[in-house]
């Protein structure tokens, strides 16, 4: 029985590929990450509406979408990709005003 010699893998910033259909809330996350760089700085009105779209124009999914890429630096503080795309999505959601509709999200102690 040999060895493996492979070098460890990289960490994942996509879910694995499962049965299920993504949640909106990963499609948001996985879209912010696909418009980090350059074009994301440049024209943030238009990135914003990209992202409100791709959350069906809600406030409450964005900011699950957020949750996502926060909880995943807290596993991976070493992943830049993520990271800036948790500043793109700050961005997006503090260029629109988003704030979540009554019931929308739980409030903490309820």
Known sequence: ????????????????PSERAPERAEVVWQRALAVVGPASQSDRFLV?????????????????????????????PDDAVAREGVAVLQ?????LGVKPRAGEIPAAGR
């Open 1 to 16: 029985m040999t060895a493996d010699l492979r070098p460890p893998a990289t960490v994942a910033r996509r879910a694995a």
């Open 48 to 76: 914003a509406l990209d992202l409100l779209r791709a959350a069906h124009h809600s406030p409450a999914t964005m900011l699950h979408a957020l949750t996502l890429g926060t909880s995943h630096l807290h596993a991976h």
């Open 91 to 95: 961005a997006a959601i503090a260029f």
